[in-house]
């Protein structure tokens, strides 16, 4: 098939809608030699282009001033050392690590110096080599990332909406909860934790879910893979089955786990030559090598900080 006749990789292109006939918007059509059509490519600039203002508004907002120099009521004041706005502290630090994480993908993969680490600098370099990167694979978990970010940071100064999802029983010994997974709906980083409704010391990272399913009881296991699903995560070609020995996660699924930039991912993914397959169209990574290379990464931060 022709570069040509490829449809558009961007996020909520036209291409992931109904077909024309069915009343869906037409599909976009890559444009110079890349994965993106026009429009798409525009809205994944305009994004990048965005952050660094949006960036600033979170920091107005860090000290209970709204964006844009408003600032709200309040009495007592933030506590010292605390900021007004936890969520704005939050996406600031996100805006800097996806827009890092995929500079440094653009960087290792190109051969370049990365570019200084501050937002306005990243922003810049990214949108210098746009064009690359909407030439490469992974394009369409850029423009969902950044698309997502926007969002996200638009709206930093509401609360976040909860979510609780039903697993099952509780895995540890004689306890008698229910576990379930806890997402902050629309969250670009979302990831599940795991309470018990029995145990408030009974907790699990939202990485440890797919851990969980395993030692489930088997009518619980198949509930809980559906839990995956709704919670953020998707089933890989070999990860439908129980008792399947591997599970298989997109680079999205680890993103949201980990709470890690998806740039980051496939960046370390190649680096450390995880295990993947293939299937619909997508790339499923081995959650085993994953969880290494977080542990490890884990251990050294450990170390460093003693």
């Known amino acids: 098939m022709s570069r040509a006749a490829v449809r558009c990789e961007g996020h909520e292109c036209g291409t992931r809608q109904a ?8 599909p976009g059509r890559p444009v110079g030699g890349n994965r993106l059509c026009a429009a798409c490519h525009r ?46 502290a939050e996406t600031r630090a996100a805006i ?14 190109r051969g370049l110096v990365p570019p200084e680490r501050s937002v306005g600098t990243l922003s810049v370099f990214l949108l210098r080599h746009a ?13 969902r990332e950044v698309a997502r970010l926007v969002s996200r940071a638009r709206r930093v100064a509401h609360p976040e909406q909860i979510r609780r999802i039903a697993l099952g029983d509780c895995v540890e010994p004689g306890c008698e909860g229910r576990l379930s997974a806890v997402v902050r709906v629309g969250a670009t ?28 009881p088997a009518e619980d296991t198949a509930q809980g893979t559906a839990a995956d699903t709704s919670a953020g995560t998707s089933a890989g070609p070999a ?18 786990l980990w709470s890690t930039p998806v ?41 460093r900080s003693r």
């Open 96 to 109: 800097l690590g996806v827009l890092g994480s995929w500079s440094g993908l653009i960087a290792q993969q």
């Open 131 to 143: 064009d690359w990167l909407a030439g490469h694979p992974a394009v369409a978990e850029a423009t």
């Open 189 to 216: 980083a979302a990831h599940p934790a795991v309470q018990c409704d029995a145990q408030a010391g009974h907790t699990w990272a939202g990485h440890q879910l797919t851990h969980l399913r395993r030692l489930m």
């Open 239 to 256: 990860a439908v089955t129980p008792a399947v020995a591997e599970r298989w996660l997109t680079a999205a699924d680890i993103s949201r």
């Open 43 to 88: 809205r994944l600039t305009t994004g990048i282009g965005m952050l660094p203002e949006l960036y600033r508004d979170c920091e107005r907002v860090l000290g209970g001033a709204a964006a844009k120099g408003l600032r709200e009521r309040t009495s007592g004041g933030p506590l010292p050392g605390m900021p007004f706005n936890p969520a704005a």
């Open 19 to 26: 077909e024309p006939r069915d009343g869906g918007r037409h």
């Open 263 to 303: 740039g980051t991912v496939y960046r370390l993914a190649s680096e450390q030559s995880w295990r993947r397959r293939h299937g619909s169209g997508r790339t499923y990574y081995s959650e085993a090598d994953a969880h290494a290379c977080f542990s490890r990464r884990a251990e050294r931060s450990a170390e």
